[in-house]
């Protein structure tokens, strides 16, 4: 058995901790012309003029993650958060950004 053509992907999410600060967050989830849904970003001018966004909000976390290091240390709004990126996404995220640093970036698998 060969595996050919396989690609696998991930993403990685920096700047979680400039979120600390807020009460919700707005996650872009699709995006509309006329009220209804296009599966694309327009390129053309025009067009995006006209497009609206629609949004997912969630509630923010309040919480300093800059010392967070490993998953468990992320407040569970944090985690949900990032969950709701994937699913959107439908990529997983590996690795989070919670500082600066090198040390600032968790390793999810």
């Not at 629609?54 to 958060?81: I, S, V």
Request: proline content about 6%; charged content about 25%; aromatic content about 8%.
């Amino acid at each position: 058995m060969t595996l050919t053509n396989v690609v696998l992907c991930s993403l990685a999410l920096t700047k979680l901790d400039i979120l600390d600060v807020l009460d919700e967050i707005k996650i872009g989830v699709a995006y509309k012309l006329g009220g209804k849904r296009i599966p694309y970003f327009p390129a053309n001018q025009e067009i995006l003029q006209k497009v609206e966004v629609e949004y997912e909000t969630m509630p923010g976390w309040k919480t300093d993650t800059t010392g967070a290091r490993k998953w468990e240390d992320l407040p569970p709004k944090a985690q949900n958060y990032i969950r709701c990126v994937e699913n959107h996404v439908g990529v997983p995220v590996k690795w989070v950004g919670v500082g600066k640093s090198r040390e600032s970036m968790i390793q999810l698998f």
